[in-house]
């Protein structure tokens, strides 16, 4: 689930621009950034259709994915204004969201508990076989568009897997995101519509570079 305002033309920003690690102090900041970077997601707005009651809802949803699931077991990085949470090879079979987790999503979403039950089983049934990064979640606030912050957080993850020589696969939630990833190097690979008439998303896979 990716929704990023990331500028690949964009110049750096100082030291705004350097991705640094997420840890568990950050979560405060996390949440708000990925709050507001998917206020107007097509998913988050099916998973969270009262606009007045979003905001507030979008932090809880994050903090919960970001303390019970990618800090434990993911890879978390940060800028002023962006997050992403990646999850390496290795790490994925612990990634996968635990029942306790998905109890407590399931709370929050209320009556949309059962379309995102059949969400998480949609991604666990089109996850790639072949051993891969996962970039789980990236988004950038409102605030910083153009300035490279989600942009610097992409390239941060990628090296990584270069450096393995391994792929990348993500998922997107936001059809103008694509052209995007795809500058990045990404290739939609399917495009899977979620259960009880929700949005499209849209598998990605970027090989690795040498």
Known sequence: MTNTNANPAASSNGTANVPRAATAEDVGVVTRVLARAFE??????????????????????????????????????????AAAFWVAPEAQEKAVPDEDTI???????????????????????NAPQEAHWYLAVIGADPVARGRGQGAAL???GLARADAAGLPV??????AENLAVYRHFGFEVLEEVPLPGDGPTLWTMRRAPRG
């Open 40 to 81: 107007g997601d097509p998913m988050m707005c099916w998973f969270f259709p009262e606009e007045a009651t979003r905001p507030p809802a979008l932090g809880s949803y994050f903090t919960t994915l970001f303390t019970r699931q990618y800090l434990p077991y993911g890879l978390c990085e940060r800028t002023e204004h």
């Open 103 to 125: 109890q407590e999503l399931s709370e929050l979403l209320g009556d949309r508990a059962h379309w995102f039950r059949q969400c998480v089983e949609a991604a666990a049934a």
């Open 169 to 174: 696969h993500l998922e997107s939630s936001k």
């Open 154 to 156: 992409l390239r941060s």
